[in-house]
């Protein structure tokens, strides 16, 4: 059963307008979709923080529009990183039947055993896109590292969807991996023998490792 979450129109869309909601503790946002006239709208804070934390970031959420109600998704959102607040909301109307494209957070979970023995993980993907039905669209994908080794990576391709959804990323993608500690040595030049011929021209001597 979806959570409900009640909206109200938004008939006046100038910034005094917007400035004034969110004074008040509300959200402006907007509701779009296939079957669904884009209609800007303005919800709760504190009722929006509410039901993200019941039903997850990507949860189908029962939006109340005066009324009428949308079963709809959080697509995307817009924050004030300076107050630490949110400051504008989009909402997919979706069908619960029907498979849309969304992205999911990727977690990685455990300690991995390259980092133990002093490699350095690296997660280029935190994004995952997928597509799924709204119902079966996870939380957020977690990945288990644990037995990661120094040089071994993790692909697209390795992450279990156990049929609920379909990961739109070619398998060979690499989303983690744990690479060699970068060692540098320090070398001593010894003593000048004439200017600008040291004894030892190597001077600083760096060891890179391929991939670094």
């Known amino acids: 059963m979806s959570t409900v979450l009640h909206a109200k129109e938004r008939k006046e869309l100038r910034h005094s307008a917007l400035r004034k909601i969110r004074e008040n503790g509300n959200i402006p946002a907007i509701i779009y979709g296939a079957k669904v006239e884009s209609k800007p709208v303005f919800v709760s804070s504190a009722d929006l923080t509410k039901t993200i934390r019941t039903v997850g970031r990507n949860g189908v959420i029962s939006l109340d529009v005066d009324g009428s109600k949308h079963d709809v998704v959080l697509t ?4 004030d990183f300076i107050k630490n607040e949110i400051i504008h909301v989009d909402f997919l ?6 498979k849309i494209n969304v992205e999911v957070r990727l977690v990685l979970v455990g300690d991995a055993a390259g980092v133990k023995d002093g490699g350095v993980l690296q997660q280029p993907v935190h994004q995952i896109s997928i597509t799924s039905t709204p119902d ?5 994908i977690e990945v288990d590292i644990t037995n990661l080794q120094v040089g071994e990576t993790v692909l697209a391709g390795d992450i279990p969807s ?12 690499v989303v983690a991996s744990i ?4 060692q540098e040595e320090e070398i001593n030049a ?4 004439e200017e600008g011929h040291p004894d030892n021209e190597e001077g600083r001597e760096t060891t890179r490792v391929e991939g670094e």
């Open 190 to 193: 010894g003593e000048q023998q």
């Open 179 to 182: 690479l060699p500690p970068k």
């Open 93 to 98: 109307a979706v069908d619960k039947s029907s």
């Open 136 to 140: 079966n669209i996870p939380p957020q």
């Open 162 to 173: 156990a049929g609920a959804f379909t990961i739109n990323h070619e398998d060979e993608e």
């Open 76 to 79: 995307d959102y817009q924050e």
